[in-house]
């Protein structure tokens, strides 16, 4: 009977660590962002990382849907503990995110559609992006309109 009891109290415990994860509206962060933010302000946002690697030197916090474990964003933190950019990725299966919704809300920004083919390895692919204010926001999208990633810098 004790160990039932333990074994309530762990699984409890672990439970309650995985939704501490912060929830905020990823508009917020990506209409909010400004090139002073640090390491500390993204974590208060978002929470600790799922996972934090190196690139370049920079380091890479990585942040995963807790109902998915698909990653939603990936935010590069300078050795001055700076922001240099961040990426957002829709989460397909919990809610598709389409071009046109980006365009309503950025309609201010001034925000120009490019689209370009290459070939690659015997295939031709084609990339479409939506570019706003001169560049800092890239929201690149499929042939569907739906957004596969938001970069801001």
Same mark, same amino acid.
């Given at each position: 009977?004790?160990?039932?009891?333990?074994?309530?109290?762990?699984?409890?415990?672990?439970?309650?660590?995985?939704?501490?994860?912060?929830?905020?509206?990823?508009? &917020?962060? +990506?209409?909010? @962002?400004? /090139?002073?933010?640090?390491?500390? $302000? %993204?974590?208060?946002?978002?929470?600790? *990382?799922?996972?934090?690697?190196?690139?370049?030197? &920079?380091? +890479?916090?990585? @942040?995963? /849907?807790?109902?998915?474990?698909? $990653? %939603?964003?990936?935010?590069?933190?300078? *050795?001055?503990?700076?922001?240099?950019?961040?990426?957002?990725?829709?989460?397909?299966?919990?809610?598709?995110?389409?071009?046109?919704?980006?365009?309503?809300?950025?309609?201010?920004?001034?925000?120009?559609?490019?689209?370009?083919?290459?070939?690659?390895?015997?295939?031709?692919?084609?990339?479409?992006?939506?570019?706003?204010?001169?560049?800092?926001?890239?929201?690149?999208?499929?042939?569907?309109?739906?957004?596969?990633?938001?970069?801001?810098?």
């Amino acid at each position: 009977m004790k160990f039932l009891y333990l074994l309530i109290l762990c699984l409890s415990c672990s439970i309650s660590q995985k939704q501490e994860q912060k929830i905020t509206s990823f508009w &917020e962060i +990506l209409e909010g @962002y400004d /090139s002073s933010w640090n390491k500390e $302000q %993204i974590i208060s946002k978002l929470g600790d *990382p799922q996972k934090i690697s190196k690139q370049d030197n &920079e380091d +890479l916090l990585i @942040y995963r /849907s807790l109902k998915t474990n698909y $990653q %939603i964003w990936a935010i590069g933190i300078t *050795p001055e503990n700076n922001v240099s950019g961040l990426a957002y990725f829709p989460s397909a299966p919990e809610k598709k995110l389409y071009i046109f919704e980006v365009e309503q809300r950025w309609k201010s920004r001034n925000c120009v559609h490019k689209k370009e083919t290459k070939l690659i390895a015997d295939n031709f692919q084609t990339t479409r992006t939506l570019e706003c204010e001169n560049g800092k926001k890239i929201v690149e999208y499929n042939k569907y309109n739906e957004v596969l990633s938001i970069s801001v810098k």
